[in-house]
């Protein structure tokens, strides 16, 4: 499986930023999701996405601010990003989970099998 993320870019704090992850290659996947490392911080995770796209998980610090999807065609996953904060400066990656996915666990870096490059997100104040 490979993973091409995109997207990202400086944008001012209260703006609005789409990211994209395309995956490619034996795509039947359980979840995929977006995970973020600032500087100097470990990786967290941002939001996921079921394969089916019907479920989708946020983290209280972008809940209501984020909106994760997928389009089932293209095997692509989608974070829109409303409302920035300087905080979510980052380096954004997208992730996917294949069988060895244990239900429920998607906000843990080790759930996932395959990453993606990474895209720079940079918020100004």
């Known amino acids: 499986v490979q993973l091409q993320a995109s997207g990202g870019g400086l944008v001012q704090a209260g703006g609005s930023l789409r990211l994209s992850c395309a995956a490619s290659?034996?795509?039947?996947?359980?979840?995929m999701g977006w995970f973020r490392q600032a500087p100097g911080k470990e990786r967290e995770f941002v939001a996921a996405?079921?394969?089916?796209?019907?479920?989708?998980y946020y983290s209280d610090s972008v809940k209501g601010r984020f909106t994760i999807s997928k389009e089932n065609d293209k095997n692509t996953i989608y974070l829109q990003m409303n409302t920035v904060k300087p905080e979510d400066t980052a380096v954004y990656y997208c992730?996917?989970?294949?069988?060895?996915?244990?239900?429920?666990?998607?906000?843990?870096?080790?759930?996932?099998?395959?990453w993606g490059q990474g895209t720079l997100v940079t918020v100004s104040s």
């Open positions: 992730a996917f989970a294949g069988r060895g996915y244990t239900q429920g666990y998607y906000y843990r870096v080790n759930s996932y099998d395959y």
């Open positions: 290659g034996r795509t039947r996947g359980y979840i």
């Open positions: 996405v079921s394969w089916s796209g019907v479920s989708t």
